[in-house]
Nanobody
Framework: QVQLVESGGGLVQAGASLRLSCAAS????????MGWFRQAPGKEREFVAR????????YYADSVKGRFTISRDSAKNMVYLQMNSLKPEDTAVYYC????????????WGKGTLVTVSS
């Protein structure tokens, strides 16, 4: 079992930055791939970004490309999401997720952290 705990959410104005953190309880094959997803009010959960074990392969949703950066410190079992130039449409609950394979669905999910961007 892998437990994921997100932190760093909050209320910011449009154009501001936030850094989300995700702490994984263990390092296993199930944390080979780490990612961030989000769910806005009244909408389905959507993919934001993912990163491989070594941290040198990343992939982003078009909506955040160039503004968000995912990174990880595998030695500390931590994953981060640096969010710059935030927009009101980025308002959502952000979830950290972990999985064993790049091409498969995530196996473990955190409880989420709320990010609210005011205009």
């Amino acid at each position: 079992q892998v437990q994921l705990v997100e932190s760093g959410g909050g209320l910011v104005q449009a154009g501001a930055s936030l850094r989300l953190s995700c702490a994984a309880s263990v390092r296993t094959v199930s944390t080979n791939v780490m990612g961030w997803f989000r769910q806005a009010p009244g909408k389905e959960r959507e993919f934001v970004a993912r990163i491989n074990w070594g941290g040198f392969i990343t992939y982003y949703a078009d909506s955040v490309k160039g503004r968000f950066t995912i990174s990880r410190d595998s030695a500390k079992n931590m994953v981060y999401l640096q969010m710059n130039s935030l927009k009101p449409e980025d308002t959502a609950v952000y979830y950290c997720a972990a999985g064993s394979s790049w091409s498969q669905t995530m196996d473990y999910w955190g409880k989420g952290t709320l990010v609210t961007v005011s205009s």
